[in-house]
């Protein structure tokens, strides 16, 4: 107990309480009140790891349940340039079969089934293979009408000369062995959903967050 100045102002500093009016706080108080809240839940840790474990049932069966979705990406080079790929993948090749997406330098499918990934390689492959066909004979048939289908005084145009030759240039490289219009890259598969990691680190802290509103309202 402490007399300021005879005044009869007394501060008591293990507990609140109101002299002369005004109210005197022990610092202390918040220390205790966590050591109380920490001493509370140690007792009723079997409730907290009864609702924690429940907790992680309902997550883990939620994420196992659930259909998941993988992320199927493929990137590819281009050898021959000015060929529109984007025509040749998405007008009835495999990504409209298959509900994939193209961006420039990268093919993108969502599946459900890892087992898909082969079918959707050999997919690509044959298109691949079909558009170096396609490709090809365009370029044959461009260059004989350029040599013989022409007008003699025409062939010897600047811009006849270098489709030609353009034309030659890449009928050499595709007729070279194992050269396609398109190298297709390797496979990357990423699981989109569910991300079972993360549902049952949110399911841990709801079971957590709801023992302890239990308790709290235990204590009431």
Do not use: C
């Not at 002369?20 to 409730?47: A, C, H, P, R």
């Not at 459900?112 to 558009?131: D, W, Y």
């Not at 030759?165 to 595709?174: G, P, Q």
């Amino acid at each position: 107990m402490i007399d300021d100045d005879g005044m009869g102002m007394t501060r008591n500093l293990g507990k609140a309480e109101e002299i002369d009016g005004q109210q005197y706080i022990n610092q202390n108080d918040s220390g205790s009140d966590v050591y109380e809240l920490f001493d509370v839940i140690w007792k009723e840790k079997l409730t907290v790891f009864l609702f924690v474990i429940v907790s992680l049932l309902v997550g883990g069966g939620f994420a196992y349940s659930t259909t998941p979705v993988y992320e199927l990406k493929i990137p590819y080079t281009v050898n021959v340039p000015g060929v529109n790929v984007n025509l040749f993948l998405t007008d009835g090749g495999v990504i409209n079969r298959k509900k994939g997406n193209h961006k420039k330098g990268e093919i993108v499918f969502f599946i459900s089934n890892r087992e898909e990934v082969v079918g959707i390689n050999q997919q690509l492959q044959q298109t691949n293979a079909r558009i170096t066909m396609d490709v090809m004979k365009k370029a044959k048939v461009e260059n004989d009408y350029l040599l013989n289908g022409l007008p003699e005084e025409f062939r010897r145009g600047e811009i006849i000369i270098k489709n030609y030759l353009d034309n030659k240039r890449m009928l050499d490289l595709l007729g070279s062995e194992g050269v396609q219009v398109l190298t297709l890259g390797k496979s990357m598969v990423t699981i989109k959903t569910p991300k079972t990691k993360l549902t049952l680190i949110v399911w841990f802290l709801l079971g957590l967050m709801i023992s302890a509103f239990y308790i709290f309202l235990k204590q009431k």
